[in-house]
């Protein structure tokens, strides 16, 4: 019998949680508040109409996020890049190392 009592899987953990305390009326309060703010950032069509238009206008200038965007992303291309090449001509030259050292043990036992 110990033995199918070792094989048996146990039992998952249960979860368990019991809240200390609840407070209707400040979750109702709260709730007010956050339909109340998002009354508050609600815009007319005319608002949303200038805010397209304008980022339109800021892109077009050479400003705003996609010009930032261009010159971020040229940046860490140009990063990346010279990583690369630093990494290949490590290896090159590692490479190049052991070959000549191995070559040189090769040749003096062969002689």
């Not at 998952?12 to 709730?31: A, G, L, V």
């Amino acid at each position: 019998m110990a033995l199918f009592k070792f094989l048996r899987t146990p039992d998952p953990n249960q979860y368990d949680y019991k809240p200390r305390f609840w407070d209707p009326e400040k979750e109702r309060i709260e709730k007010r508040l956050a339909e109340l703010e998002s009354r508050k950032h609600m815009r007319t069509a005319d608002d949303v109409k200038g805010s397209i238009s304008g980022s339109f206008k800021a892109g077009r200038r050479g400003k705003g996020s996609t010009h930032e965007y261009r010159i971020m992303r040229r940046t860490a291309h140009r990063k990346s890049n010279y990583m690369l090449l630093a990494i290949i001509l490590v290896l090159v030259l590692l490479g190049y190392a052991l070959l000549n050292l191995n070559l040189q043990r090769v040749l003096e036992f062969l002689n």
